[in-house]
């Protein structure tokens, strides 16, 4: 089956700090990955997506690059903000079959960034 | 626009309760989906709706779980006889496409069930 595996957390860091929150995900067939970011007190909002292999999404500073050798959709940013806290979910869709609508969600890491 | 709501957006049923989950998808949207979020777990899917059309049920988690959405735009998920392990956050979703396919679903805020 699909499954998505994400750095346990919580990760704490000090402002201006970089960021790695790692993703694996094993699939049947060939997925499309996002990122998806969850505010205190709001719905899942998408950060980045990617489609195919070695596609880089990015986003308000984020990327994750697509790999499929590694099977990997590893977060990063340079540098956090305090408003950068939040639970973050790793997530997979597949590209074809007869359930490419569901979205396999990763168990989420919770950042918290201190000034 | 405005975007998913849902509500109530938290609730607190007695063992043995039904409740009733409403979602409001962003209008024009035809696919509505339900998520289900326990503590300290990603969105586990529920159940998918085309229109009116509920085309898959699999993610439920038995017959006491149950939803509709009779007029392709309002949806309720209803609980019949809730046990403690029912308590969870529910997600609902929707998406301008048939299916999701390569668009974005959109989420509401979810609404936190506890059952006591």
């Known amino acids: 089956g699909n499954s998505v595996t994400q750095m346990e957390g919580p990760v704490t860091l000090s402002e201006e700090a970089f960021l790695t929150i790692n993703c694996t995900y094993t699939?049947?067939?060939?997925?499309?990955l996002f990122w998806y970011v969850q505010y205190p007190g709001e719905g899942l909002q998408l950060l980045l997506k990617a489609t195919k292999a070695d596609d880089k999404g990015s986003n308000k500073g984020f990327e994750a690059t697509y790999r499929k050798e590694t099977t990997s959709f590893h977060l990063e940013k340079g540098s956090v903000q305090v408003s950068d806290s939040a639970v973050y979910f790793c997530?997979?869709?597949?590209?074809?079959?007869?359930?490419?609508?569901?979205?396999?969600f990763g168990k989420g890491t919770l950042l918290t960034v201190n000034p | 626009g405005a975007g998913v709501s849902q509500s109530p957006r938290y609730k607190v049923a007695k063992r043995g309760q039904d409740v009733a989950l409403r979602c409001d998808p962003i209008?024009?949207?035809?696919?509505l989906f339900w998520y289900q979020q326990a503590l300290g777990q990603g969105p586990e899917f529920l159940t998918y709706f085309q229109n009116e059309a509920q085309l898959d049920k699999s993610g439920l988690p038995s017959d006491r779980f149950f939803a509709e959405r009779p007029e392709g735009s309002v949806s309720t998920l209803k609980i019949q006889r809730t046990q403690q392990e029912d308590s969870a956050v529910y997600l609902c979703?929707?998406?301008?496409?048939?299916?999701?396919?390569?668009?974005?679903?959109?989420f509401g805020p979810g609404t936190r069930l506890t059952v006591t």
């Open positions: 699939a049947t067939g060939y997925p499309s």
């Open positions: 997530a997979l869709r597949l590209s074809s079959g007869g359930s490419n609508y569901k979205l396999t």
């Open positions: 979703a929707s998406s301008l496409a048939l299916g999701g396919m390569g668009y974005e679903q959109y």
């Open positions: 209008s024009g949207h035809v696919s």
